[in-house]
């Protein structure tokens, strides 16, 4: 697998930013499938081969509360299974701004949605499609991954909610009623006053009202929390909003597990070998 730790200045937030990426290479080979030479080495063994405009699909994985864009790739095996299904990763780093342009001034939901796609595309092997492109989460990350599929239907094939309990919620009410009650300088911070969150910018719910109004199809959800998670019930709370809206998600609780990379870990394997639409080989012009 390849692995780069990428530094640039962000426009966006005029911030220097990192992002930790990885790249399936393990099966790449420069030799022509053809050539003879392929019976040197490792070479045999890879089964597709280095071309010119050759891209990945990619998915933008979104780190939890206190963690940065390198916590994912130490903490879980995310190399690997990207690996196995020949994918590329980018992780960036956010701090705790729940991946929202916040109220204190920093735009990371437009530095995620705008500005860091097309770094990553036009820097990296990366494919601009949608049907290519897929965002998953877990804990803060989770909330973040279910507010930019939802508030960007047009960028995203998928998304993958893993244990996001604080943050944008589709249950308008309850997310009102968080920020009102939970004692979390950084959401108020972020979020501002909850009495302007309904239709807001940061009410999921509301996005999905007008969507419904306007006959726009979100991307494929998946949403999993562990049954001894403490933010469990908060969880549900968003799996019974969508449920009421009418849309079509899939929704699992892993027995015994808890807020981990125990369950982190078993379900970033399973988004990757089971859930998300992938293609498992590179793209080629």
């Given at each position: 697998?390849?692995?780069?730790?990428?530094?640039?200045?962000?426009?966006?937030?005029?911030?220097?930013?990192?992002?930790?990426?990885?790249?399936?290479?393990?099966?790449?080979?420069?030799?022509?499938?053809?050539?003879?030479?392929?019976?040197?080495?490792?070479?045999?063994?890879?089964?597709?081969?280095?071309?010119?405009?050759?891209?990945?699909?990619?998915?933008?994985?979104?780190?939890?509360?206190?963690?940065?864009?390198?916590?994912?790739?130490?903490?879980?095996?995310?190399?690997?299974?990207?690996?196995?299904?020949?994918?590329?990763?980018?992780?960036?780093?956010?701090?705790?701004?729940?991946?929202?342009?916040?109220?204190?001034?920093?735009?990371?939901?437009?530095?995620?949605?705008?500005?860091?796609?097309?770094?990553?595309?036009?820097?990296?092997?990366?494919?601009?499609?949608?049907?290519?492109?897929?965002?998953?989460?877990?804990?803060?990350?989770?909330?973040?991954?279910?507010?930019?599929?939802?508030?960007?239907?047009?960028?995203?094939a998928a998304c993958v909610d893993l244990s996001?309990?604080?943050?944008?919620?589709?249950?308008?009410?309850?997310?009102?009623?968080?920020?009102?009650?939970?004692k979390m300088e950084r959401l108020g911070a972020?979020?501002?006053?909850?009495?302007?969150?309904?239709?807001?910018?940061?009410?999921?719910?509301?996005?999905?009202?007008?969507?419904?109004?306007?006959?726009?199809?979100?991307?494929k959800l998946f949403l999993a929390v562990g049954?001894?998670?403490?933010?469990?019930?908060?969880?549900?709370?968003?799996?019974?909003?969508?449920?009421?809206?009418?849309?079509?998600?899939?929704?699992?609780?892993?027995?015994?597990?808890?807020?981990?990379?125990?369950?982190?870990?078993?379900?970033?394997?399973?988004?990757?070998?089971?859930?998300?639409?992938?293609?498992?080989?590179?793209?080629?012009?």
């Open positions: 697998m390849g692995l780069l730790r990428f530094s640039f200045r962000s426009e966006i937030l005029s911030l220097h930013s990192n992002i930790t990426v990885t790249f399936p290479t393990e099966n790449m080979t420069y030799y022509p499938l053809a050539d003879a030479k392929r019976e040197e080495g490792v070479a045999p063994r890879r089964q597709w081969e280095y071309r010119k405009d050759m891209k990945y699909q990619t998915v933008y994985v979104l780190h939890g509360g206190g963690d940065d864009d390198t916590c994912v790739v130490r903490k879980s095996n995310l190399e690997r299974y990207a690996e196995d299904n020949c994918v590329m990763t980018v992780t960036a780093q956010v701090n705790d701004s729940f991946f929202m342009d916040t109220q204190y001034g920093y735009k990371y939901f437009t530095y995620m949605t705008e500005e860091l796609p097309k770094v990553v595309q036009t820097l990296f092997p990366s494919s601009s499609e949608k049907e290519d492109n897929f965002v998953l989460g877990m804990a803060m990350g989770g909330n973040g991954a279910l507010a930019l599929g939802i508030k960007r239907p047009d960028l995203y996001g309990g604080i943050g944008c919620s589709v249950d308008t009410d309850a997310f009102i009623e968080e920020l009102r009650t939970l972020t979020f501002g006053d909850p009495d302007n969150i309904r239709d807001g910018e940061y009410d999921l719910g509301g996005y999905i009202r007008r969507y419904q109004a306007k006959g726009i199809t979100i991307p049954e001894n998670d403490f933010i469990r019930d908060t969880v549900r709370r968003d799996r019974d909003a969508l449920r009421g809206y009418g849309i079509d998600f899939y929704y699992e609780e892993a027995e015994k597990h808890a807020h981990d990379w125990n369950f982190w870990d078993i379900y970033i394997k399973k988004a990757l070998d089971e859930w998300l639409p992938l293609k498992k080989k590179p793209i080629y012009q």
